[in-house]
C-alpha cells in the first residue's frame, strides 16, 4: 500500500481541505511544521517518513484565479528525490531544469523536471471530451466525484480505455471529512480497470481503512488531515 501525502496550494499557503469546500480552506495549523510554508510542510512530511511520492493540488489554478507555478518548480528543485504529481486544472506548468518555468500549450508533456508528474482532473476537462490518455506513461488521471455526480466528461469515466496506468478516485465531498473511503465506488472502479494502479482519495481515517483499501485491491492512498492530526503513526506508515 502506497501512502502518498497531499498538499493544497491556495494564496501561496499550504491549506486544510475540508469537503472540497475551497471557499473556506485556511492556511493550515499542522505539528509536522512550524508554517503553512509549501517547503515547510513537504519538509515535515519527509521528517514523519521517507515518502517517495507527493500529490500537490494547486487549488488557484484548477479556479482559474492564478497559480503556483514558480512554488511548484521550487518544491521539485528542493525535493529531488520525491516525485510531484501535480494538478494544475490543466494549466500545463512547464519547468525548466534550472527552475525557470513558463506556461505551455496544454498537455501533460509540458512538465519538463523529471520528478514532476501531471495529475489530469475530471473536474477540469471539457464535459463533451473525453481525451484518450491510455499511451501517456507519466500522466495520472483523477475521476473526480462530487457525493454521487462525476465531474467530468461521461465519456471517460465509461471508456477505461482511455485510461493511463494510474488513476486516482477523488470523493472531494469526503476530504478532511474523516468518513472513510468509499469502498464501493473504489471496488467498482477497479474491477473495470484490471492492470491499472488505483488510488484512493478522500476520507481516509486510519490504519484499518488502508488495510480494508489493501484487501479490494487499490493501490495506495492520498492522505492529508489523517497525517496532519496523528491518526496514521510512523509504525502505521511502515506497516503499510
Not at 40 to 47: D, E, K, N
Not at 62 to 74: K, L, M, P, S, V
Not at 178 to 202: H, K, Q, T
Amino acid at each position: 500500500m502506497r501512502i502518498i501525502p497531499v498538499i493544497d496550494l491556495k494564496g501561496g499557503h499550504v491549506v486544510r481541505a475540508f469537503r472540497g469546500e475551497r471557499a473556506s480552506y485556511a492556511p493550515i495549523v499542522t505539528p509536522l511544521a512550524a508554517s503553512s510554508t509549501p517547503e515547510a510542510v513537504v519538509a515535515g512530511f519527509l521528517r514523519l517518513y521517507d515518502f517517495d511520492t507527493l500529490y500537490v493540488a494547486d487549488l488557484d489554478a484548477i479556479e482559474r484565479c492564478g497559480g503556483h507555478a514558480q512554488t511548484i518548480c521550487a518544491l521539485a528543485l528542493a525535493f529531488p528525490q520525491v516525485s510531484f504529481w501535480v494538478d494544475d486544472g490543466g494549466a500545463a506548468l512547464q519547468c525548466e531544469p534550472e527552475g525557470s518555468w513558463s506556461d505551455a500549450a496544454p498537455g501533460p508533456r509540458a512538465f519538463r523536471l523529471a520528478n514532476l508528474a501531471p495529475v489530469i482532473g475530471s473536474e477540469s476537462l471539457a464535459a463533451d471530451r473525453a481525451p484518450d490518455l491510455s499511451h501517456e506513461a507519466r500522466a495520472i488521471l483523477s475521476l473526480d466525484f462530487r457525493g454521487d455526480a462525476f465531474l467530468g466528461p461521461r465519456d471517460l469515466l465509461d471508456d477505461p480505455r482511455l485510461w493511463p496506468s494510474r488513476v486516482i478516485v477523488m470523493t472531494l465531498a469526503r476530504v478532511g471529512a474523516f468518513a472513510g473511503p468509499d469502498l464501493a465506488l473504489l471496488s467498482a472502479v477497479a474491477r473495470r480497470a484490471p492492470g491499472r494502479e488505483i488510488y484512493a482519495a478522500g476520507g481516509l481515517r486510519d490504519a484499518r481503512d488502508l488495510e480494508a483499501l489493501a484487501r479490494i485491491g487499490v493501490a495506495g492512498a492520498l492522505v492529508a488531515s489523517a497525517l496532519h492530526d496523528g491518526r496514521l503513526s510512523r509504525d502505521d506508515l511502515r506497516s503499510a
